[in-house]
């Protein structure tokens, strides 16, 4: 996926998935994908525990099996350790990169997630994975039908299982998980913030910002998207929102609010 937009700030998100399996996979026939040998496997386990041991490109090429240079490849630890995010972008020019997104399970091939789905990117903001760790909820960011400058956002769901991307709630993006692990969370164009069911529905109102659609500030086509809700505690959830012309110059709206799952 070759994107456009300025590049600081981007929030590039890669998803690598480290969980253990009820069942062994069959054997690969010759020619059919193959995991990625023991030994790194081993690595990626240590970069996951340490910030002082990351994978050098050539692991990541390894790994993902891109073999042309990387500008950056990195790792960062998920979900208590069971997951972790890789950030792997491959080309840059001007003022765009390339960037991809896979998945890894142990005993598995490598698994590409699709960039993007009818006209719309799914690969450049949040990224989350459900408890079970058999899909990806992720943004998806496309201009309206008539592609006049009216931008829609909705999630979709990515089935690990197949790389099916499907939508499954309009009208919001940013997607966090819950601290329990019952509700994704998302934000409207308002950046009020919404939960859903891991089993999906139609979205119920947790919190309303006050603000209009166009007072808050992001930029589709440089995949800034409104910040994700995160958690402080079990208790409290923290939204932040910027602001375009906010009051008394305001461009930035941070509120620590209860949560109750």
């Known amino acids: 996926m070759r994107s456009s937009g300025p590049v600081v700030g981007r929030r590039w998100m890669f998803l690598l998935l480290f969980a253990s399996s009820a069942r062994a996979s069959p054997p690969a026939t010759d020619g059919a994908p ?16 340490s910030d002082e041991e990351p994978l050098s490109r050539e692991e990541c090429q390894a790994l993902t099996g891109h073999a042309r240079p990387l500008e950056e490849c990195s790792l960062t630890a998920v979900a208590g350790g069971k997951a972790a995010l890789l950030q792997l972008t491959t080309e840059c020019g001007g003022d765009s990169c390339d960037v991809q997104v896979f998945v890894y399970r142990p005993g598995q091939p490598v698994l590409r997630l699709p960039d993007s789905s009818k006209g719309g990117s799914l690969t450049g903001g949040h990224l989350v994975m459900t408890p079970s760790l058999e899909h990806v909820i992720t943004d998806w960011v496309g201009l309206g039908p ?23 709630v309009k009208g919001c993006f940013s997607p966090a998980l819950s601290p329990g692990g019952r509700w994704i969370l998302c934000r409207n164009r308002r950046g009020d913030v919404l939960k859903v069911p891991l089993t999906g ?11 209009s ?23 409290r959830m923290r939204v932040t929102t910027s602001v375009v012309a906010g009051e008394d110059g305001e461009t930035q709206r941070t509120q620590e609010l209860p949560w109750r799952e």
């Open 201 to 211: 529905g139609t979205p119920t109102l947790v919190h309303r910002g006050g603000l």
């Open 213 to 235: 659609a166009e007072q808050v500030s992001w930029t589709p086509y440089a995949y800034l998207y409104p910040d994700a809700v995160t958690f402080p505690s079990p208790g």
């Open 34 to 49: 193959k995991p990625p040998p023991a030994e790194l496997q081993q690595r990626v386990a240590q970069a996951m525990k």
């Open 146 to 168: 008539r592609d006049m400058g009216d931008w829609r956002v909705e999630l979709y769901r990515i089935e690990l299982r197949t790389g099916k991307a499907s939508p499954w």
